[in-house]
Each structure stands twice: as structure tokens, then as C-alpha cells.
């Protein structure tokens, strides 16, 4: 089975599950302070980590590319407060022009 | 229909189309990374979470293991469980029609449910019911529609997908950004991931940027 089926399965596996047990288990469990700071913080940790890791590399190589430019688009729609989408799509425009013409 | 009902289909409609247009984006980048339609189909329709998707396409498309995937996708998906645990006293359903509410219960679902609070109970459910079953209808369809979309393209650069994964996690963070500390905190996860990339294996990077938010976590 390819690494790709592997991670398919066992994401979706897991993810049913941790919202399963959130409709089962008792509240106190899960209502601990603590948690839910945890909780607060690790999407924070995780998605910066995403961004840079894929903006900034390929495989487990650095570089800089035309990535860099879909980035900085990004930072700039949203702090035009640009709704979801267009962040993406302004990205994605401005990454493609630089890849096919530079 | 009542003043109140209109009021809490017309948010659940908004949210589901909007938020379901993303699976587009998801689609695409998940076919770019390697995934085939069908895989990117299935975890749409089986992991329905967003962020957990992107984390795990993300992951194995910089090389990393099936391991390093799904262990960051699961650290994003405990926030769902925390979402259990506020509206299963809430909906009060139990057997089949519990499991069909753990498999919807995400952001918009629950966030629906809770701008709804004001209108009372009878609201909250549906604004739940309706955001959910919305956002899962919409998220499949577009999802499909994204990795067609991205098998029929070639090279993906030339489309700026390369780019589109990144911008979307940026966008998912953004609003989380709420402070001066959380900002930190983006900053120096980012550079440590891009500091380590070289000198550890793909995916171990980010997971344990989870690990620096719990130990901070534990400690403020």
C-alpha cells in the first residue's frame, strides 16, 4: 500500500474518531483550562510551520522562488482584510506570472 | 417560515457555499501533492476538516512520512473533539444520528451553532444541522472539482498551485493571530521549522513546532 492510501486511511480514521470522542466522553475531561490553552496554541504552531516550510522548501532543500512572491501577495490581501479566497487566488496569480515569465 | 429559522438557514447557506468553495483549493493542491483524485476525494468526504486535509497533503508533498501526515493532521483535529464536547449537550442525539453529527462537527458548523445562542436551542441545532450538512455537501463537490481540475493542468507551477497551499495556511492562521504573543509564536515556529527542514527528516519539522505550544502552553 503506497505511503499516500496509508495516510488517506489513517487521517480519516483518527479524525472521525477525535470528533466521535468529543460527542462521548464526559465535558470535565476536555474542559480543563490547560487544554483548551493548548488547544488555542497548537494550530498557531502547526500552520506557521506549514507556511514556511512549504514557501520555503523542496523536499528537505531550502530555496527561494517564485513562491516567495505568492507569499508575500498573500501577506499584503490579507492585511487588505481580503476574504479566504481571494488570498489564495491572488497567491496563486502572482506566483504563476513570475514562474512563466522570469 | 419564522424570522428566526430564515435568519439561521440564510448564515448555514453562506457559510456552507463559501467555506465549501475552499475545497476547490483543496482539491487541487492535494492532486498537486501526489494524491490522486480519488484519495483526495476520500479525505474530504472521511476527514472532513480542513486544516487536517491541507496539514496532511502538505506534509507527504515536502516528502515527509504517512506517519509525520497523519500525526499533524491529528493534532489539528483535537480541536473538533473540543468542539464535541460543547455542542453533544447541546444536540442531545445518540446511534446513527451521533455519529453523522461527530463527522460534521467542525468550525463553521459549531461556530454557526454558537452565533445562533441568542435565538435559543431549537436554532443552535440547525444552525448546526444546516452548517454541517452545507459545508459537507459543498466541500465534496469542489473538491472533485479541484483535482480534475489540477490532473487536467500538467505542471502546477504554471497555475501558481505551488503557491496556493502555502497562501491557504496563511489564511487559516491569520485570524488566529490575535495578540502580540500568538504572533511570536507564528514567527518562531516558522523559523524553527525552516532552520530544521535541512537536518531532520521531512514532517518532523512541524510536528514538533506542536510540541513547543504545548510545553508553552503548559507553563503561561
Known amino acids: 500500500m503506497s505511503i499516500f492510501w496509508i495516510a488517506t486511511i489513517g487521517t480519516s480514521i483518527i479524525a472521525f474518531a477525535l470528533k466521535y470522542s468529543g460527542h462521548s466522553v464526559p465535558e470535565r475531561w476536555l474542559s480543563h483550562p490547560k487544554i483548551q490553552q493548548i488547544n488555542a496554541l497548537i494550530p498557531i504552531a502547526l500552520l506557521s510551520a506549514l507556511v514556511a516550510v512549504q514557501s520555503f522548501s523542496e523536499k528537505s532543500k531550502l530555496m527561494i522562488d517564485q513562491r516567495l512572491v505568492g507569499l508575500s501577495v498573500a501577506v499584503i490581501a490579507l492585511l487588505l482584510k481580503a476574504p479566504f479566497p481571494v488570498v489564495v487566488l491572488s497567491a496563486a496569480v502572482s506566483s504563476a506570472v513570475v514562474y512563466r515569465w522570469l | 417560515m419564522s424570522k428566526v429559522v430564515s435568519t439561521t438557514l440564510r ?40 486544516a487536517s486535509q491541507f496539514a496532511v497533503i502538505g ?33 442531545k442525539v445518540s446511534g446513527l444520528t451521533r455519529i453523522v453529527a461527530a463527522q460534521i462537527t467542525i468550525d463553521e458548523s459549531t461556530a454557526v451553532a454558537l452565533g445562533q445562542e441568542p435565538h435559543g436551542i431549537d436554532a443552535m441545532r440547525k444552525g448546526f444541522w444546516y452548517t454541517g450538512i452545507g459545508v459537507f455537501v459543498f466541500w465534496n463537490l469542489f473538491t472533485l472539482a479541484g483535482a480534475l481540475g489540477a490532473q487536467a493542468m500538467g505542471d502546477i507551477r504554471a497555475f501558481g498551485l505551488d503557491s496556493a497551499v502555502p497562501a491557504a495556511f496563511l489564511g487559516l492562521v491569520w485570524p488566529r493571530l490575535t ?42
Open chain 2, 59 to 91: 506534509v507527504l508533498g515536502a516528502g515527509g512520512s504517512a506517519i509525520s501526515g497523519i500525526a499533524t493532521a491529528s493534532l489539528l483535529g483535537v480541536r473538533n473533539a473540543l468542539y464535541g464536547v460543547i455542542m453533544a449537550p447541546r444536540l
Open chain 2, 11 to 50: 448564515d448555514s447557506l453562506s457559510v456552507s457555499l463559501t467555506v465549501g468553495a475552499y475545497g476547490i483549493a483543496f482539491g487541487a493542491a492535494a492532486v498537486a501533492n501526489g494524491f490522486t483524485v480519488l484519495q483526495s476525494c476520500l479525505l474530504s468526504l472521511l476527514t472532513f476538516s480542513g
Open chain 2, 179 to 220: 495578540g502580540k504573543f500568538e504572533c511570536i509564536l507564528a514567527i518562531a515556529c516558522a523559523l524553527f521549522a525552516i532552520v530544521m527542514t535541512p537536518i531532520v527528516p521531512a514532517g518532523l519539522p512541524i510536528i514538533a513546532t506542536a510540541f513547543i505550544a504545548i510545553v508553552i502552553g503548559l507553563k503561561r
